[in-house]
């Protein structure tokens, strides 16, 4: 025992010296959002603030012209929720049914469906961006939000790899039981792979809080901005940029995503570990 603890310990030294090491640019982010903007990047080298500031996030909370920074963490979370629920909802019943209904071309259509991810995104930009045009849904959240409700490659595949996982013998006894398909999926299937659903969930929120090229492509008025874009009105070609206050509004937008990493990581490892088992 006493042979291990040398190990122990450069071990928890290389690991705790990773962890600062991959933390410092959030240190350097936290520690900026209280200097003056003048001063940011000439003190770069320095993380203590001097003068130390909360000027930057009155600011930036104050937001521009008439609409503050709490407009847009309102848009930002409709936006996400909107897609959130439709993530879930299409993709849990897509992979339902390519996991255990039998029709035909089952396999092709999932292999179409695999083939998608490889796709980049600017490849289907133009041809979605003239369709939505044609429908007459710019400056709005519908060519944003509509496309969730018809299910996402990756979490539809993360969903099938999970319910395999499940013994098809739970089906049967229900089907015994009186249930029709439908009653499989929502009473069997659904609080099974609570986990996978909860990956699908963290990721989503994850993707969508921070997508910015989506809402720009979309948003042309300022009441409809998310917190992506507003932090990039921070930026200015013309005039100073106020990087005091797009660095404060930085930190304000990370709180979200780091209270939800912290009470939702179990769920996010079992959901990954576990979908690439069948049982």
């Known amino acids: 025992m006493k042979a291990q603890y040398p190990k122990k310990i450069i071990y928890h030294?290389?690991?705790?010296?990773?962890?600062?090491?991959?933390?410092?640019?959030v240190i350097w982010l936290l520690m900026s959002s209280?200097?003056?903007?003048?001063?940011?990047?000439?003190?770069?080298?320095?993380l203590i603030p001097n003068p130390f500031v909360f000027s930057n996030y009155v600011q930036?909370?104050?937001?521009?012209?008439?609409?503050?920074?709490?407009?847009?963490?309102?848009?930002?979370?409709?936006?996400?929720?909107?897609?959130?629920?439709g993530h879930l909802l299409s993709c849990s019943?897509?992979?339902?049914?390519?996991?255990r209904?039998?029709?035909?071309?089952?396999?092709?259509?999932?292999a179409i469906m695999i083939m998608t991810l490889m796709l980049p995104y600017e490849v289907v930009m133009i041809p979605?961006?003239?369709?939505?045009?044609?429908?007459?849904?710019?400056?709005?959240?519908?060519?944003?939000?509509?496309?969730?409700?018809f299910g996402h490659p990756f979490f539809i595949f993360l969903l099938v790899q999970f319910i395999r996982t499940i013994p098809r013998e739970l089906d049967e006894a229900a089907i015994i039981d009186g249930c029709n398909i439908f009653s499989v999926y929502t009473r069997i299937i659904l609080p099974l792979i609570v986990p996978a659903l909860a990956t699908t969930a963290i990721f989503t929120f994850y993707w969508t809080w921070d997508n910015l090229l989506g809402p720009v492509l979309y948003l042309n008025s300022p009441s409809k901005y998310t917190v992506s874009m507003a932090l990039n009105m921070f930026l200015s070609?013309?005039?100073?940029?106020?990087?005091?206050?797009?660095?404060?509004?930085?930190?304000?937008?990370?709180?979200?995503?780091?209270?939800?990493?912290?009470?939702?990581?179990?769920?996010?490892?079992?959901?990954i570990s576990t979908s690439g088992l069948k049982g």
């Open 13 to 25: 030294l290389m690991v705790g010296g990773l962890a600062v090491l991959l933390l410092y640019p």
């Open 34 to 46: 209280f200097k003056v903007s003048e001063q940011i990047f000439i003190t770069a080298d320095s």
């Open 60 to 85: 930036g909370w104050e937001g521009f012209g008439d609409y503050g920074f709490g407009v847009f963490i309102k848009n930002t979370m409709i936006f996400v929720l909107l897609v959130l629920l």
């Open 93 to 99: 019943l897509i992979a339902f049914g390519f996991a």
């Open 101 to 110: 209904l039998q029709f035909v071309g089952r396999r092709f259509w999932f």
């Open 128 to 149: 979605q961006y003239i369709i939505f045009a044609q429908l007459d849904w710019l400056n709005s959240l519908k060519p944003l939000v509509v496309p969730a409700y």
């Open 237 to 271: 070609n013309e005039t100073v940029s106020n990087w005091g206050a797009m660095f404060a509004m930085s930190i304000v937008s990370l709180i979200p995503v780091f209270v939800i990493f912290f009470i939702f990581q179990r769920y996010v490892v079992e959901g």
